[in-house]
């Protein structure tokens, strides 16, 4: 039986946080003030499935279908899924207007210990909306000349063309015209890839916090009550001193932004003196008003129940309270448990399968999860994975597509073939890579 990639949404809190979130955007969206909510708890407690809940809702509310309704694409495990903060690409009929940005990044540390520049990753999603953004800008009123160049300037700091003259001479034009605005940023992107990558680069070099302050004036300018934005920064703990910039300007900036972040408690406390971060500057942010923090309780053996019953009929329950026992109020820790091959026939089977030895034998902690799943992999699955991660820059491309087929990246060695940019594609391997021995999934 194949699990869900999502398991059910449970827990109260959870939900109280859900609704909570809703509200902000519709008040952020209405007064023209943004607002920053903070949700902490240690990894794998389920912030950021609150944060693709939040994007479910408002895409399945919008008044214009143009988002997709959740932010998976109906592929991938659950250690990819879990983390993923915005959609994956997808298709939009021409005279569908966007009834809202939402931008995701995702904050990140190097093997130095160094943070990694983490707005870099808005520029492929913001080029990829400009065209239905100029759109709605083009019939704002009075105020539509100025956030059309708001949205040139965010351009221009993403290294990428100001498409403000040629939105604004299609000024009350059908939606054809950004069809052309949009081909003209592909063109220009595939120009001047290297030009961008050095542009973008908030974390490196002295104008970090200029060019992220900059940055969020701009958005912020061009949001509207026509079209909030929503900014989700997953794991700010790791924010670099761009991003950090960025937050806090968008904050003391009129506009239509809700910024969504989540962060592990433990680190915003080592944080909290340690100036240019985003640990050190959140109380700030919180006293005058203009944030505020939401800690997430571990959830309860009942609500974790709901999930395994929900992955299987009639399992037996001895297997219900070993796998909520073992999660300990981690629901990332349960669906670690519940993608084990030997609990996985247990659950289709309703637990007849499974021995009282077998049982007392699954595992307990982060650490021993992971490596449960790894030595659930073939041995030569295993070699496939260790080799590629040991050829690092000078990689063979006949091993990533034996690496992506077991990660579930359908089509890989057509998409390696096919690539426009074969590094980019290997990236995104990287990250699947990546999330398997994600530091966050082992007991600190």
């Known amino acids: ?69 959740s932010l998976d694409a109906g ?10 903060v915005f959609p994956a690409p997808f298709e939009v009929a021409a005279d569908v207007s966007i009834p809202f940005l939402w931008l995701g990044i995702s904050c990140q540390r190097d093997q130095m210990g160094r943070e990694l520049s983490a707005l870099q990753y808005a520029e492929q999603q913001f080029q990829s909306h400009v065209g239905p953004m100029a759109t709605v800008l083009a019939g704002a009123g009075d ?13 221009g700091l993403f290294g990428l ?11 009350g034009v059908a939606t054809a015209g950004w069809e052309v605005l949009s081909g003209e940023w592909q063109s220009y992107r595939d120009r001047h890839a290297d030009d961008r990558a050095r542009r973008v680069d908030t974390h490196h070099g002295s104008d970090a916090a200029a060019r992220g302050a900059e940055m969020a004036e701009q958005i912020a300018r061009l949001s509207g009550e026509d079209l909030p934005v929503v900014l989700v920064i997953d794991d700010a703990h790791w924010a670099d001193p761009g991003t950090a910039s960025f937050v806090g300007k968008v904050l003391n900036t009129s506009g239509h932004v809700l910024l969504v972040a989540t962060a592990w ?22 006293d005058s008003g203009r944030a505020e923090r939401h800690d997430l309780a571990r959830l309860p053996d009942a609500a974790l129940v709901r999930v395994i019953e929900g992955a299987g009929r009639g399992v ?43 049982i007392d034998a699954l595992p307990a902690g982060d650490h021993e999860i992971v490596m449960a799943i790894w030595r659930d992999l073939p041995e030569y699955v295993r070699e496939v994975l260790a080799l590629s991660t040991l050829q690092g820059s000078e990689f063979n491309p006949d091993w990533i597509p034996a690496a992506g087929e ?30 398997f021995v994600e530091a966050g999934l082992f007991e600190r």
């Open 143 to 155: 105020r539509w000349k100025a956030r059309l160049a708001a949205t040139g300037a965010v351009a």
């Open 316 to 358: 037996d329950s001895r297997i219900v309270r070993a796998l909520s026992e073992r999660a300990d109020g981690n629901p990332n820790r349960l669906q670690g448990l519940m993608s084990l091959r030997v609990v996985r026939r247990a659950l289709a089977e309703g637990g007849v399968s499974l021995t009282q030895e077998q």
């Open 75 to 84: 592929e991938g495990s659950w250690l990819q899924a879990r983390k993923r």
């Open 406 to 435: 077991l990660l579930d990246l359908t089509d890989a060695e057509s998409g390696l073939a096919q690539a426009q940019s074969p590094w980019g594609w290997v990236r995104s391997l990287d990250a699947a890579l990546s999330a």
């Open 1 to 69: 039986m194949a699990l869900a990639m999502d398991p059910t949404f449970v827990g109260e809190d959870r939900h109280e946080r859900l609704r909570h979130l809703v509200d902000t955007y519709e008040t952020v969206a209405t007064s023209g003030r943004s607002r920053l909510v903070v949700l902490t708890a240690p990894s794998g407690w389920g912030k950021t499935r609150i944060v693709r809940e939040l994007y479910g809702r408002l895409a399945s509310s919008a008044k214009h279908p143009y988002w997709p309704p």
């Open 265 to 286: 408690p433990d680190q915003l406390a080592i944080q909290s003196a340690e100036v240019g971060t985003f640990g050190h500057a959140l109380p700030h942010w919180i």
């Open 161 to 171: 063309p100001d498409p403000v003259n040629l939105a604004m001479s299609w000024h």
